[in-house]
């Protein structure tokens, strides 16, 4: 080989080393974020006080100005659900119409398109002032609220048809068997013991999953802001099993035409089994065991490209020199 040529092989070597480096970066990247972390921003994403155990901020949140559908105020518009929905698609799902239609945006759509980096300095009213909630959260919770729009949405409509509000391809008796025992704990055989006061009604858990299937379903999966109660995710639960709940649910009365005395709300909390950790199978831990090695292999080829080019180069130099 011509001496020339060595700098150009040296060259594609570096170049050839840094793309290793990008796609080692990019696997990194899709890796998914601790359970826990997905968990936590899903109940920030329902009520960040309820969950942080702070006040709201006084009056309205600042974007609510913006529109004049939604009749709500205060501490309900400062709530990320109250304007992107329990299905996560603001306009374009179950807010596109009713009570609490804003037109504000689908933020399942929009997080697809933005990294974590990206959606943390949107919380910080980068791209828009009015949406930074830096002043209310710290960069922690900004950052679970990114994991959860990154990696703990789904996509409702697999599971709840938009026009019915019923369960698709559901297993009630599946259903049945997860909701005995642990749920009914609190909430009785019929789901009326605790009574939810929402809207200015009584509500049992089986009307709740026959008006609001995306409310329960989200509920479900990652529990309620600021209530003590077992978590479907740290259950070990998959979308479709807490599907197959809602099922079930929604065959439990929905009224309160036996009238309830006491709102039974349990003191008592039962302990939640705790998977936790990262969700980690055997695909994805094949994908971080080469991102890893991809990504030592191309920073020591980098180095010793680099060292050897610089040697390389002084050499050709002090050749022509002479
Ligand atoms: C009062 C209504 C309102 C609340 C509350 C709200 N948002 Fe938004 N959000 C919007 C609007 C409107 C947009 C469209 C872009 C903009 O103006 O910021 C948006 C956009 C977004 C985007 C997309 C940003 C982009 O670059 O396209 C993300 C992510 C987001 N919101 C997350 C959240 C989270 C997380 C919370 C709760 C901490 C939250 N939002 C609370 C109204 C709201
Ligand atoms: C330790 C008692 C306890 C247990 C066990 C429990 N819950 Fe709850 N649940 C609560 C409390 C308390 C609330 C909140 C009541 C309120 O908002 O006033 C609640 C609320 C809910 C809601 C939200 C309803 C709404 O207002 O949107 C859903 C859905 C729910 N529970 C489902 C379940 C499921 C499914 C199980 C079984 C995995 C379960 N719960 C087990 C205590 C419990």
Redesign the pocket.
Known sequence: MKSANIPRLLFVILLLSLALILFSHALAQSETPPAADIVAGAELYDRWYAYLGVNPPSGDMPIWSRQTTNSRSGAETWRCVECHGWDYKGVEGAYASGSHLTGFPNVMKLAAGLSLEDIVSHLHGSKDPAHDFSKYMDDTSLRRLAEFLKAGTIDDSQYIDPISLQPRNANIEHGRQ??TG??T???GDDGRK?V???EGID?S?GS??NR?PW??LH??RF??AG??????SN?GWSPED?RD?LAY?QTLPSGFEIQVNT?Q??K???PVASLGGPAHDLWTGILTGLGAFAGAASYSILFIAGFVLVGVLVVTLLKKRK
Not at 227 to 232: A, E, L
């Open positions: 997860l909701f642990i749920c704990t609190c909430h605790i939810f006061r929402s509500e858990l709740i999953a609001d409310r329960f509920r479900t529990g309620v209530t003590k109660m077992p978590i479907g259950l807490g709940i649910v709102p709300v349990a008592t909390v039962t």
